[in-house]
């Protein structure tokens, strides 16, 4: 089973609205955390949010939110007030705690490509 | 404070051939981290370096080698290319954890090398 699963290939959005990437994620392991990361077409993987399985609280950074649902396992961004410049590739990631002993071992989903209209 | 960096940007090799990525990781960082990200998909992790050892490793055949020197930075070797090793290599760097914790450990990518086989 797929361990990160991002179901939208695409999206679109219009300037200015807001926009919500799904994603889902399984897991056994009661200790993990889940990660969104930004990959415009130059290739670097930027860092957007973070949260951890005991937060009890969903993580904000700036107009970056996540909608984490621990019982359904989703962790799904959502980006308000879209900017042109949030067109990009955006990836769900996590990593466990029994990932055999690495700390920094991110298994990714396959991605959602968002195109903001202007 | 430079981030991380990699070299080369970009690669052309041909099948059969050897080659050798570089990284150099964020300042302060002493843990890095290679993926391997296919046309179309999220990164996938190939191995981690601390403390100049290979701590874990991903779904990757023995042509995939690594090395870590004294000053944090490392290399990704890859021997005799195959035509789907063409892909985009990131390094990432972190701190080492003795243990797992639920709260985030920053780790940066850096920009990546492009590498084609023919």
């Known amino acids: 089973a797929q361990k990160i699963t991002q179901t939208q290939p695409g999206m679109f959005v219009q300037e200015k609205e807001a926009v919500t990437l799904d994603c889902t994620y399984d897991?056994?392991?009661?200790?993990?955390?889940l990660f969104w990361y930004k990959q415009p077409s130059s290739g670097e993987m930027i860092f957007l949010i973070y949260?951890?399985?005991?937060?009890?609280q969903n993580a904000t950074e700036g107009r970056y939110s996540l909608n984490f649902q621990k019982a359904r396992k989703s962790a799904n961004l959502v980006i308000s007030a879209s900017q042109l410049g949030d067109s990009a590739m955006y990836f769900c990631?996590?990593?466990?705690?029994?990932?055999?002993?690495?700390?920094?071992?991110?298994?990714f989903g396959k991605g959602t490509l968002l195109t903001v209209n202007p | 404070d430079a981030g991380v960096t990699q070299s080369p940007t970009h690669l052309i090799k041909t099948r059969g051939q050897q080659v050798t990525l570089r990284c150099s990781p964020k300042?302060?960082?002493?843990?890095v981290s290679w993926y391997q990200q296919a046309l179309g998909q999220g990164p996938q992790f190939i191995f981690q370096?601390?403390?100049?050892?290979?701590?874990q490793r991903g779904n990757f055949p023995d042509r995939f080698s690594g090395h870590q020197f004294p000053n944090y930075s490392s290399e990704l070797n890859v021997n005799a290319l195959l035509l789907g090793d063409s892909a985009l290599y990131l390094c990432?760097?972190?701190?080492?954890?003795?243990?797992?914790?639920?709260?985030?450990?920053?780790?940066?990518f850096g920009p990546g090398t492009r590498l084609t086989v023919l």
């Open positions: 370096y601390y403390e100049e050892e290979e701590r």
């Open positions: 300042s302060g960082h002493d843990t």
């Open positions: 990631a996590m990593r466990e705690a029994n990932s055999g002993g690495s700390n920094y071992k991110l298994t």
């Open positions: 949260q951890g399985s005991y937060d009890q």
């Open positions: 897991t056994s392991d009661p200790s993990y955390g």
């Open positions: 990432a760097s972190s701190l080492w954890e003795s243990g797992f914790f639920s709260s985030y450990n920053e780790q940066f």
